[in-house]
Structure formats: structure tokens, C-alpha cells
């Protein structure tokens, strides 16, 4: 499709609200909520400067046709439409944009998310700028806020705005970096403000960003201008004390890329647990760095029902730490393991094909980790995530990748596209002869995004053996992250 030029100028300010639809478009199997799209709609509605002159509304369109999502974006009659774009569904929007098109939108088509972290870098991988005019980079609060402004006051969508890139119909231009809020409360917060969408597993947003670097994930610190920045207690507290208030959830992520990234952050967190859910009605889930967990990290969670503590381990590959930016060695997981013992479920992650990753270290490495029973394992096909240091040295570390299947490696220089189907053949084979697979309440083995799961969010296949449970459990940010366990990171755009 040729390219376009962006949103359409106005002439005079909006005599009426100006009409905002923000799309979530996800696949059944993932099984959590809009994320982002809560974000977004509390900050549109929550800013003073738009009272009385706007409606947003939101759609969660999970397991929706193409054709279906279209009619229900057109039958808001938006003047702007957003839409919440991560690895997995980038090709499902794109679809959803041409759609609109096709029938005529002629509103502004924003698009926003973790992806488009580093396009100021790197921006030759993305081709829809047929049916979109701008994506937001960096978190799309506030910029979605001054868009919603300028649109209803008779502004035209330009470069002029802090954290868009707009396509002029023959070249990309970028705004200013994005307005970046230095304290993180700052931002109004869906859950106290009332969501759109009560669901059974929320993520709920304890801090956003990260120190470290790793590189397949869309928090590192490259990729996310500001760095880390943390909720407060209270805050954190009245988030899940709204949270609790609902009749059907269950279980909270504690939504932070590494949730013990220093003792005081993890011991807020807790605390705030425990402030906002006094009678423990929920279960939580966190992400661990394994070589930061203490016994202090253990003392915190007293009191807590834990639905899952999970380890992002990744290799244990010497030759894959500095491509990766991250190391882990088995002192480190023992440690981390006997910590937690008996603290709530453990898991731990495995991703397979990161540069530097062998077949043969690979296997040496599952092995490894499959010798501790007490702790389930995921194991992850790397996705080359856009928005990742991966993804943008992907030439110089010789990544060959997969666009059509939420970018996922297809081969490196020291793994095949043939080892890494061995590879795969091997985790199924052993894990499905395991005596012990499905002693837990979930199997003790799972795997992501492997050849015979035609989508991400498919659970894995156990040859004929039915586990009590199916269910998520992963990695990183992003595509990393399969359904149930970490969605990708609230407002990113």
C-alpha cells in the first residue's frame, strides 16, 4: 500500500466531546486484560484540561475477527483512534488499520507501544505507514493527551508534538523526546479512577522501566528513556485495594520488569500488599532477578499468598552473557531456589536461540535446570523484539528472524534454523517422558512459541497427555512474555 499523509487538519475547534477509541486487539489464549489501554483512557480522562471535551472508549478485542474489530471501532464514530501495539498483535492492527481505511476512516490512526522504543534508530522494519499517521515513542500519556487537545481545539497532527512520529506522506518526522513524568504517581491511576474492563488477572503497574539492559527485553535501560522510576506505597496500596474490591479477580501481577531490583523496593511492594489487600483475597506473582534475591526479599513476602515467584534465568551459557547484557550461574539459582523454598510456586525461565547458545550448551543448560524439581520451567523461543537492543543489532550479531511470527529467531551464527528445532524436539520429548510432569498444579515443563504452536498465546502440547492445568508463565517483557504471567509492560504509548 503507498503511504498517505497524516491526520487530517481542522479548521475549527470541536463544537462537541471529541470521540476517542482506543483498540486492544489480543488472542484469546493470552487470558488478561487491555493493560496499556486502562492507562491511557484514565489519563485522557483524568486530565483537568480535557473536562466536558472528550470520550474515550475503550475495546478489549479479544479473540475478535478483523471484520469484527472494525465495526466496533467505526461504530464510535471516532474522531481518533489508538491502538495498543506490542509483538504479538502487530500484524493484527495492521490489518485493523487497512480495514478502516478501506471503509472510509478518515480520523487520525495512532499506534503505540514498547516496538517503537528505538525507531528514531531503526525505523526500516516498520511498513504500515499506509494506514497509520503517527506512532507515539516512549510512554503515550501525556502525549496522547496533547493530541486529544489539539484535535478537539482544530490542530492537525504534526511532528510538533512531544513523542510522535508522523509520516508526512514522503518522509518519517520526528517531535521532541517524550514529556516523561518525573514521578510516576503523577499519573492518574485506572484502577482508583474505575476501569473499563474488570478482568480475573490484572497487571498492575508497581514501577516502570529498568536499571539493567538486558537485550531481548522492551524495558531495558536503552530502550526506555527515564530509566527506572517507582509508585509510592500509598499509591501502590489504593491500586490494590480497587483491585480486591472485584468479584472475579484472582490474581495481581506485581507489574515490574524486575520486581527485586533493591530490598526496599520489594519490601514496599509487600507492604503495600498488605495495606491494600489486608484479608490476602488475591494471589501475586513477581519477577526475580535471580542473582539479587536475599533472605530480606523472603522476610517481606510473610503474610502474602504468592501465585508465583519466577526466576528469569535465560542461559547459563557463558558465550551468550554479553550479546545478552545478563549472566546467570548455577551458585546463583541454588541460592535464589533455597531462598524461596516453600515461600509459593517457583518458576523459572529458559530462552532458547540467543546468540552465542549452542545446541549442545543449550541442552547442558535445560538439563541443568530441569534437575531442580521444586521449580516449574518455561522455556521461550526468542523473539527479536523491535524496541530491543537485540532487534537493533540484529545485523551485527547475524540474527536471522521471523517477522510473521511475532519476530522470533529463525537462526543465529551459532544456532541453525535445524538446531533450533532440535532443540525444540528435545524439551517436548524429555519433558512429555518426565514421571513427574504433572504432579503440580501446572505442568512442570512448558514452552513458548515452538513450531507446533501455530499462535504465541497457543498452550504447549503435550502428545496426547492432558496437564491439570494450561496456563502462562515467562521471561521478559513483550513478546517474551506468554499469557498468564507477565503481559507486557502498562503505558508504553
Do not use: K
Request: one cysteine or more; a neutral charge; hydrophobic letters at 40%.
Amino acid at each position: 500500500m503507498e503511504p498517505r499523509a497524516p491526520g487530517r487538519a481542522r479548521t475549527a475547534r470541536l463544537a462537541r466531546p471529541l470521540r476517542v477509541v482506543i483498540a486492544n486487539a489480543i488472542e484469546r489464549a493470552f487470558g488478561y486484560g487491555p493493560g496499556a489501554g486502562e492507562y491511557l483512557r484514565a489519563a485522557l480522562l483524568g486530565a483537568p484540561e480535557l473536562e466536558g471535551r472528550i470520550e474515550v472508549r475503550l475495546l478489549h478485542l479479544e479473540g475478535v475477527s478483523t471484520e469484527e474489530s472494525v465495526e466496533r471501532i467505526l461504530a464510535g464514530s471516532p474522531d481518533l483512534v489508538g491502538m495498543c501495539t506490542y509483538s504479538w498483535n502487530l500484524g493484527e492492527n495492521g490489518r485493523i488499520a487497512r480495514g478502516l481505511r478501506a471503509r472510509g476512516a478518515a480520523c487520525p490512526i495512532v499506534w503505540g507501544g514498547p516496538s517503537f522504543a528505538l525507531l528514531r534508530r531503526d525505523a526500516g522494519w516498520f511498513r504500515d505507514w499506509g494506514a497509520v499517521d503517527a506512532v507515539a515513542i516512549g510512554s503515550g500519556e501525556r502525549t496522547l493527551t496533547a493530541l486529544a487537545r489539539r484535535l478537539h481545539e482544530g490542530g492537525p497532527l504534526d511532528a510538533s508534538l512531544a513523542g510522535l512520529a508522523v509520516w508526512d506522506g514522503e518522509r518519517l518526522q520526528f517531535g521532541p523526546p517524550t514529556d516523561e513524568p518525573t514521578e510516576l504517581d503523577e499519573l492518574p491511576s485506572p484502577y482508583q479512577l474505575g476501569v473499563a474492563y474488570q478482568v480475573e488477572h490484572p497487571t498492575l503497574e508497581m514501577a516502570r522501566g529498568c536499571v539493567f539492559d538486558c537485550s531481548y527485553c522492551s524495558d531495558a535501560r536503552s530502550s526506555r528513556a527515564g530509566g527506572l522510576r517507582e509508585h509510592g506505597l500509598a499509591r501502590i496500596a489504593a491500586d490494590i485495594a480497587a483491585v480486591a474490591s472485584w468479584p472475579h479477580a484472582r490474581v495481581i501481577d506485581a507489574g515490574a520488569s524486575t520486581g527485586n531490583v533493591t530490598d526496599a523496593f520489594f519490601a514496599r511492594v509487600c507492604d503495600a500488599i498488605r495495606l491494600g489487600d489486608p484479608g490476602g483475597r488475591l494471589a501475586y506473582r513477581f519477577q526475580l532477578y535471580p542473582s539479587l534475591v536475599s533472605e530480606a526479599q523472603r522476610e517481606a513476602l510473610a503474610g502474602i499468598s504468592v501465585a508465583a515467584l519466577h526466576l528469569g534465568v535465560q542461559s547459563l551459557t557463558r558465550e551468550t552473557f554479553r550479546p545478552m547484557r545478563r549472566g546467570s550461574r548455577v551458585e546463583l539459582v541454588e541460592r535464589a531456589l533455597g531462598t524461596f523454598r516453600g515461600v509459593g510456586p517457583l518458576e523459572m525461565s529458559l530462552i532458547l536461540g540467543l546468540p552465542g547458545e549452542t545446541y549442545e550448551s543449550f541442552v547442558r543448560t535445560f538439563e541443568a535446570l530441569l534437575t531442580y524439581s521444586e521449580a516449574r520451567l518455561v522455556v521461550n523461543r526468542l523473539l527479536v523484539l523491535p524496541g530491543t537492543p537485540y532487534h537493533l543489532q540484529r545485523g551485527a550479531l547475524g540474527i536471522e528472524l521471523d517477522e510473521e511470527r511475532y519476530f522470533r529467531v529463525r537462526s543465529t551464527p551459532s544456532m541453525s534454523s535445524q538446531d533450533l528445532r532440535r532443540a525444540q524436539d528435545y524439551v517436548v520429548e524429555r519433558a512429555v517422558g518426565l514421571p513427574d510432569l504433572f504432579e503440580g498444579d501446572e505442568a512442570r515443563v512448558r514452552w513458548v512459541n515452538f513450531d507446533a504452536q501455530a499462535r504465541f498465546g497457543d498452550p504447549p502440547e503435550y502428545q496426547g497427555r492432558a496437564p491439570r492445568r494450561s496456563g502462562g508463565g515467562g521471561a521478559h517483557r513483550d513478546g517474551g512474555s506468554p499469557p498468564g504471567a507477565r503481559p507486557e509492560p502498562a503505558p508504553r504509548g
